[in-house]
Each structure stands twice: as structure tokens, then as C-alpha cells.
């Protein structure tokens, strides 16, 4: 099958996935315009795609349309009455002045023009953003570029399309170069942009707060633009780069054609949906608005992260499952060692700040004895870190607490058999601390005006050489020195003050630098392990996943909260790298009491992680604890590495119902946990969807005790039978995890 295929007598390039296609024309002028992207109706690779009729096909009716197109990468220039990609500002005329021309300081004017194009397999690395380390999958994928010059000045775009046809994926990014003998100025520049049609208007996306990421939020969109937009250098919790979007009435959960896009970039971002005024869709993604520029000097490029762009025809699960593979395979590094993310255990809610060797390591022995395979220490173990008002910036051991350093806690949580993680938050300085005593000037800052702390935290200069390579050898110094395996590397505050070596590029500059920092730490030691967190859920994006093995979803470990925190996290991320916990009886954000049960069936959804004060526990506690934990062990590869299918979700009804079925169907887990639905109420029995119809499988309960034996028909015919969905009876608050077995 020819991936991408170049019409010569039509211009027309045809990109064609597994069962979608995205096409794009160079019209007379040289202009590149897009011409569709959807869903094929037919998955016969033979079919051709010429597009018989094409030069009848108008993207206007009217005669005003008629003065603009849909540009591929609309530039400011042209006609100006839609939004744009991208906004150049030229400060010399492109040609002497001929007679009746005037300057007029400035030429914000770029008409983007076809000059040639290639299309490679050897797409990888030289072409693709960085993405640090390696993927489970390299095999080298087809990529067109296409390369735009303005008419005028020496300044180029080349638009770049790599193609994940299994997926139906496409990743689009851009490079700059500015070959004009003047800096030239960019006030807004986007990764890219996606044309859909006009009836595409139902968008989901997911909207947040600290402690509340990740809430699914579906609305109709409008003549005009709606945003969703980071000010930050961290990904947010308010909003979160991605989306999904269906005509209204015709996709649900299971069918029908549903579009998808995320960004891949962990700082001041910006997605805006316009609806324009001949009501077609155009999103655009990219950097923030806010406060951004990239002056590019001659002879300069500029390359942006990338847009990730889907489509898929069984509707949104669909497009989750293919987000989900895509970030599987080709994004979360993986660098061969471990098959599955270990069963965590971390300290917050256990210990707090008041950690020492003693009650770490008796937790360590604990956790050990449980069955955890990655013991992880939090906050308040450096400086003079007792509370949040020291110690950040001096990664060294608090001496009261850990006399002979760390080195005997990691000793001891290696010789118990587990990895040995450390909580750092490198980004950040507390004014209390020898090193900003030492280097004041090392923060974000503006001379005379006030340094606005949060969390009583300045944020590092991360546009400042010195201080990015200082924070690189601290933590290469503490992997070395401590054995650390894994570091949760956590961020908690918003931007003021944005001064800064890298001026107003710092918004960018910030993120590229936190990246380099974790691919060197990660080239450096390849065994090394790194967990995002900011404030929980607030740095998740496909930018960090290329350098992070998993993230912790949200700070909020309350099980029920977290049902719905976790339903819209798996609507784009995957569950292989969403760490969640079981953490106290009386959950300590919401003071709500949960069954075992609930806190264990909601967090082995994800990467199993303990949060619990082990020491507090009675021997029989422990025994449930050690029983459940073997019994995530055994549908661990089924949860990380299976297919999705959210049989239903909190919103609806109160009831999340998820199965993750194996790729080769040879095994399945059904998650269920019934948060709000009225007693007395039917329940539906779930049916199931993905598995081998002819198959037998067997059914196990949490006890790892055959409860049934059905075949796949009737698992997706009639549903699991009812008494079996719960194994919590007794709780107003219902949940079970069943594991499925193929039998023959
Ligand atoms: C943030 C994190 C928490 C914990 C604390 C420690 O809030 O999200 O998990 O690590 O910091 O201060």
C-alpha cells in the first residue's frame, strides 16, 4: 500500500492510513490548500484514492469565500479574515523601494507558496521532533514534507506529515528558516492545523482544577473560536492539550467517525477551535499567545514540537484505543528492561514531610513484605526541609533525619528487592536555601519589582545555561551517588515574573530545557525511571509521555473523585502510564470513607501504586493488601498493554464499567465501580465488546476463584451475568475486578 502518493497532473497528495485518509492540493497559484480528512468507506487497500472529479470540488460558495482557501498552514497574509497559523513581522523591505512605494516600518504580510516537496521513510530521526529515547516500536514510518516559500522574502515554512497508518495517526509539525539577511520576528506560530467538516461541531475535551484534572466536558461549537490554552510551563490542569470532535448524532462511545488531535508540548499551549463564519472548522495548535515571540536571526530555523492528528470509525473509544497504541508504541520511551511499570509504593500520604531513615525504612520493609516492587520516597528529605518553606534547591540530605544520607535507605530498599525512587522538584527554589542564597539572580525576575513566591517557591531561570546544566549534574550526582532508579519529578506553581536569560522566549525555552535535562539524565542512565507530576495531574501531555514512563493522574486519591479523574485521563492517555494509589480508609482530600475494594478496584485501573501508612495497618489488613497486590500482578499485563473499552463511564449514570481486552484476546479484565447509582435501580448487566466470540473464557474474582466459564457471544450478547460484576456487596458503593481467561 503506497502510504503517501503525489498526483502530478492533479497536485494532489493523498495520505492514507488504515481506514482514514488526509488529503492536501497545490492550487495554480502555488498555494497548498487542504482537501478533506476523514474516514474511508472502503478499508480495500486496492480501491484507488484519485479523487475523479476533484477540479469540480469548491471549499466556497459564496462570493466572499471566495477571496480566501483552506490553507493548509494559513499565514497572516493573504486574506486575513480567518485565524492563522502563523504571523511573521519583517523589518526591511524585501526589494529597494520602487517609485510610489512607502515603508511602513514594519511588512507583516507572508504568502506561503509551494516549492517542492519529498517524501521519505528514512523520516526518523533527522525529520521527527525529538522525542528523546527510544520506542517500543522504531521502524521508520513515511513522512511528506512540503516546502512553502513567501513570494517575496527569502523565508521558508516546510510543513511536515508523518504518518502511524495502523493507527490512523498523522503527526504534524513545522520548521522556520529565515534565509533573509534580517531578523525576522514571529508573534504566533502553531505546530498546525486541521480543517474539518463543517458539520463536525460536538466537541469533547477535558477541563480541570487541582485535584479535579481531567473532567470530560462535550459542548457544540459556534460561529466564533473557542480556546483552550495553557500560561504556564507546565501542561495545566485546567485544561489539557487534546480533543475530540464528532458531527452531532452520528458517533457515540462504540460508532461512528470520530477526529482526535493533541499537542506534544508541556508549556504555554494553545488550541483554538474556530468555527468560521462559512461555518467551517479550522483548529489550530500550537504555542500560547500569551507574552510569545521567536525572533529568528538569518540563517536561523526554528523546528516546533508536533500536533498529533487521528481519525477513527468506531467512535470515541476508538479513538482512544488508537491514541492509547500510539502512545504505547511510538512515544513512552522504553528502553527494553521492564515489560510492566512496577507496583509503587510513595510516602506523601504516609509520612509527609516528617520522613526519616527509620520510618522509611520500616515502610520499605512493609511494602517489601506486601509484594510493591518500587519503593519511592516524597518530599522532606533535603535541605532543611521540614514543611514547604525550605529546602528546595539543595538536593542534599536533611542530616536529622537521614544522618548517613540516603545511601542507607536505597542499600536497604535494594536488598529488599525493590527500586528505589526519589521525590525531587528541580525547577524550583525556596528563598530559604543556600542555593538561591548563593545565586539570587537564578530566578525567573524582573530588576525592582517584587519576586511573587507560591507555595513559598521562586521558579528557576531555566533560560539560563548554568543553572539548566546545574540541575543536570545534581540529579546525574544523586542518581550516581544513591542508586536512585525513578524520580518523581513533581512542579507545583504558576509563572509571574517572567524575566529571564532567554527573555520572552522563556515560555518555550523553559520546556525545551526541562526535556534536555530528563533525555540526558536518561541517555546518561538508561535504567532510570521518571514519573511526571505537577501538583498531580498538571504535566500530562505526548511532550513529557517521550520522556516520563507514567504520571500521576491527580493529587485527589479519593476512589470515587478519582473514577471520574481517571475516565477522562484514558480518554486520550494511556493506562500503562497512569500511576494511581490506594492511600487511607478516610481519604485525606475528601474525608470520604472507602471499602478496600473500592480504592483497590479504582487504582488497579492503572499502575498500581500503595500510599497507605503501612505501619498503621492490622495483620489482617496486610493480608488483603498482599492478596491484592498478587492479584493485580496477574491482570497487570492485561491492564497496561490491553485495548480499552469504557463500557460506561461516572457521567453516565454513575456506573464506570472499563475492559481491557489483550491484543491477541486471550485475556481480559472488567473493572466496575458504581459511584452514585441509585440503590434500587436495575443495574444493566455490562456487556463486554473486543473479545474472540468462539472463545471460551473463565472467569476469576479478586480470590483468583473460577466464579463462571461463557463464551465470548454471550459476554457480548447478554453481558456478564449480574451477581458477578461486584465483589463489594456489602458497601453502598459498589466495585469488582473480574479477570477473564481464554480456555481454549
Ligand atoms: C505535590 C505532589 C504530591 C506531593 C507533594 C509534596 O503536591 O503532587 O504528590 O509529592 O507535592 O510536597
Not at 81 to 88: E, L, P, Q
Not at 539 to 557: H, P
Not at 679 to 691: C, D, K, N
Request: overall charge negative; proline content about 5%.
Amino acid at each position: 500500500m503506497e502510504t503517501i502518493s503525489f498526483d502530478a497532473e492533479k497536485r494532489l497528495f493523498v495520505l492514507r492510513l488504515k481506514s482514514s485518509f488526509y488529503a492536501i492540493r497545490i492550487l495554480e497559484t502555488g498555494e497548498l490548500v487542504h482537501v478533506g480528512w476523514g474516514p474511508l468507506p472502503e478499508l480495500d487497500e486496492n480501491v484507488p484514492l484519485h479523487f475523479q472529479g476533484l477540479e469540480n470540488f469548491k471549499d466556497h460558495l459564496f462570493p466572499w469565500d471566495e477571496q480566501t482557501h483552506r490553507y493548509e498552514f494559513p499565514a497572516a497574509g493573504d486574506v486575513l479574515y480567518h485565524d492563522t497559523a502563523i504571523r511573521a513581522i519583517f523589518f526591511e523591505p524585501a526589494k529597494p523601494l520602487e517609485k510610489g512605494e512607502a515603508f511602513h516600518g514594519t511588512v507583516r504580510d507572508l504568502r506561503l507558496r509551494y516549492s517542492e516537496h519529498e517524501i521519505t521513510i528514512k523520516g526518523e530521526p533527522e525529520f521527527a521532533p525529538r522525542h528523546g529515547l527510544p520506542t517500543r516500536i522504531e521502524t521508520k514510518r513515511p513522512v511528506l514534507a512540503i516546502h512553502l516559500k513567501d513570494a517575496a522574502y527569502a523565508f521558508e515554512v516546510t510543513l511536515f506529515y508523518r504518518l502511524t497508518p495502523e493507527h490512523d495517526i498523522l503527526e504534524r509539525w513545522g520548521e522556520v528558516r529565515n534565509e533573509t539577511r534580517q531578523p525576522v520576528k514571529l508573534d504566533r506560530l502553531d505546530f498546525g492545523c486541521a480543517h474539518l467538516p463543517a458539520h463536525a461541531t460536538k466537541l469533547t475535551y477535558a477541563a480541570g482544577h487541582w485535584a479535579r484534572e481531567f473532567i470530560p466536558q462535550t459542548q457544540e461549537l459556534k460561529q466564533g473560536t473557542f480556546v483552550l490554552e495553557q500560561r504556564g510551563i507546565n501542561t495545566g490542569h485546567a485544561h489539557n492539550p487534546f480533543f475530540l470532535i464528532h458531527a452531532p448524532g452520528q458517533a457515540t462511545e462504540e460508532a461512528g467517525t470520530v477526529w482526535f488531535g493533541a499537542l506534544a508540548f508541556s508549556g504555554n499551549w494553545n488550541l483554538r477551535f474556530e468555527c468560521q463564519q462559512n461555518h467551517q472548522i479550522c483548529i489550530f495548535g500550537g504555542y500560547g499567545l500569551a507574552d510569545f515571540e521567536i525572533i529568528l536571526q538569518p540563517g536561523e530555523a526554528h523546528r516546533t514540537p508536533a500536533m498529533i492528528l487521528g481519525c477513527s470509525r468506531e467512535g470515541i473509544g476508538g479513538a482512544s484505543r488508537r491514541s492509547h497504541r500510539f502512545a504505547r508504541e511510538r512515544v513512552l520511551p522504553d528502553c527494553g528492561k521492564d515489560q510492566f511499570r512496577p507496583v509503587l509504593y510513595n510516602s506523601w500520604e504516609a509520612t509527609y514531610f516528617d520522613v526519616s531513615e527509620k520510618n522509611q525504612i520500616e515502610l520499605a520493609r512493609l511494602a517489601a513484605s506486601l509484594g510493591v516492587e518500587l519503593f519511592c520516597m516524597d518530599d522532606g528529605w533535603f535541605g532543611a526541609r521540614k514543611d514547604g518553606k525550605a529546602g528546595l534547591g539543595d538536593w542534599s540530605p536533611r542530616l536529622e533525619a537521614f544522618p548517613h544520607g540516603i545511601k542507607p535507605l536505597s542499600d536497604e530498599v535494594h536488598r529488599l528487592g525493590m527500586q528505589f525512587g526519589l521525590w525531587v522538584e528541580p525547577e524550583m527554589i525556596n528563598p530559604d536555601s543556600d542555593l538561591y542564597r548563593a545565586h539570587p539572580d537564578w530566578v525567573l525576575h524582573y530588576p525592582a519589582r517584587p519576586r511573587t513566591e507560591a507555595r513559598n517557591q521562586l521558579i528557576l531561570d531555566f533560560g539560563h545555561p548554568e543553572v539548566v546544566e546545574h540541575i543536570f549534574q545534581i540529579l546525574d550526582q544523586l542518581v550516581r551517588e544513591n542508586g536512585v532508579d525513578f524520580f518523581k519529578w513533581d512542579m507545583n506553581r504558576y509563572v509571574t515574573e517572567p524575566g529571564s536569560a532567554a527573555g520572552r522566549g522563556i515560555w518555550r525555552k523553559h520546556v525545551e530545557s526541562l526535556y534536555s535535562i530528563m533525555d540526558r539524565l536518561r541517555q546518561k542512565h538508561p535504567t532510570l525511571r521518571i514519573q511526571s507530576c505537577s501538583g498531580g495531574g498538571g504535566r500530562i501531555d505526548f511532550g513529557i509521555l517521550a520522556r516520563c514512563d507514567q504520571a500521576w493522574a491527580s493529587d485527589n486519591t479519593d476512589a470515587v473523585d478519582r473514577t471520574r479523574i481517571q475516565d477522562g485521563f484514558s480518554l486520550i492517555y494511556p493506562t500503562r502510564a497512569m500511576e494511581c494509589w490506594v492511600t487511607h480508609e478516610k481519604n485525606h482530600q475528601t474525608g470520604r470513607i472507602s471499602s478496600l475494594n473500592l480504592r483497590f478496584d479504582v487504582a488497579m485501573r492503572g499502575v498500581l501504586g500503595i500510599g497507605t501508612p503501612l505501619d498503621q495497618l492490622s495483620q489482617e489488613e496486610l493480608a488483603q493488601y498482599r492478596r491484592k497486590i498478587a492479584f493485580y500482578k496477574r491482570i497487570r499485563p492485561t491492564v497496561q498493554e490491553g485495548d480499552l473499552y469504557r463500557l460506561s463511564v461516572a457521567a453516565d449514570e454513575g456506573i464506570s464499567a472499563w475492559l481491557s481486552v489483550a491484543p491477541d484476546q486471550s485475556a481480559a479484565v472488567f473493572s466496575i465501580s458504581v459511584i452514585e447509582h441509585l440503590y434500587g435501580t436495575f443495574y444493566f448487566p455490562s456487556v463486554l465488546r473486543g473479545l474472540d466470540s468462539r472463545a471460551v473464557y473463565r472467569l476469576l474474582d479478586e480470590h483468583e476463584k473460577e466464579i463462571g466459564r461463557y463464551d465470548g457471544l454471550q459476554l457480548m450478547t447478554l453481558g456478564l451475568p449480574g451477581e458477578f460484576a461486584f465483589s463489594d456487596l456489602t458497601c453502598f458503593i459498589r466495585s469488582g475486578t473480574l479477570l477473564l481467561e481464554r480456555v481454549n
